[in-house]
Each structure stands twice: as structure tokens, then as C-alpha cells.
């Protein structure tokens, strides 16, 4: 089932809209054509139903992400269970690890989101 929702529904349903379009709109064009009233609802103002909807969709889409809990520079650690007890998901301080402990010196840096940063060698100058 979650195959079918996530893969192939957004595969096949722009076809099935078009699909129904194309038979209302055959519908309309006979009863145009045999000079009969058209339904009201297929007179309605589509191109600004369309428009008023991607313009609310922005809006709600921006006040979502204005909105957030986090304060800029912390990240978010996921739920997890430890000792069998459920740890929800929460912010932190960006220089601060899961448990609240703050990270110092080269353990805190990050290799390009990899990681920690590999160890100094020898005859390697320090930063």
C-alpha cells in the first residue's frame, strides 16, 4: 500500500485529472453544440481559483517556516529511547551533543557534515 501512495498515485494521477477534464470537457463542447444550458459550475472563474490557491499555499508555507521553535544556531535531535524510556525530540545548541554536554575544542568541528574532523598528525601545524 505505501508503494502504491508514494510511487505510483503521484505517477498516475495527473492522467486520471486530465482524464476527467478531457470527459467534462466533452460533455460541455455537446451541450454547446446542442445550444442547452451549461451547468454553472463550469462557467466559474478557474484561472483565478487556480492562482488564489498557489498564493495561499505561499503564505501558509512561509508563516510555517517563520514560525519554527528553534532559535537560529541550534539543530534539532530526533526522539530516541534510551534505558527504555522515549527521549522526545528537541533543540539544542549547535556547540552543545544529545545528552546537553557541551563540545570543545576539535571534537565540536565537522568535516564538510562528515563527521568529526580526522586526528592532527604529527607534523601537522595546529590552526
Request: without cysteine; charged residues 25%.
Amino acid at each position: 500500500m505505501r508503494t502504491f501512495l508514494t510511487v505510483v498515485l503521484p505517477l498516475i494521477a495527473p492522467t486520471i485529472v486530465f482524464f476527467i477534464w478531457a470527459w467534462f470537457a466533452k460533455k460541455r463542447a455537446e451541450k454547446e453544440e446542442r445550444h442547452e444550458p451549461i451547468p454553472a459550475w463550469q462557467n466559474w472563474p478557474w484561472a483565478r481559483l487556480v492562482l488564489t490557491g498557489a498564493v495561499l499555499t505561499a503564505l501558509t508555507l512561509s508563516a510555517v517556516a517563520m514560525m519554527r521553535e528553534a532559535a537560529p544556531g541550534q539543530r534539532y535531535v530526533p526522539p530516541r529511547i534510551e534505558n527504555g524510556e522515549l527521549i522526545p525530540g528537541h533543540f539544542v545548541p549547535a556547540e552543545q551533543d544529545e545528552s546537553g554536554e557541551s563540545k570543545t575544542g576539535r571534537e565540536s568541528e565537522t568535516f564538510d557534515g562528515l563527521g568529526t574532523a580526522p586526528p592532527s598528525l604529527p607534523n601537522q601545524r595546529e590552526d
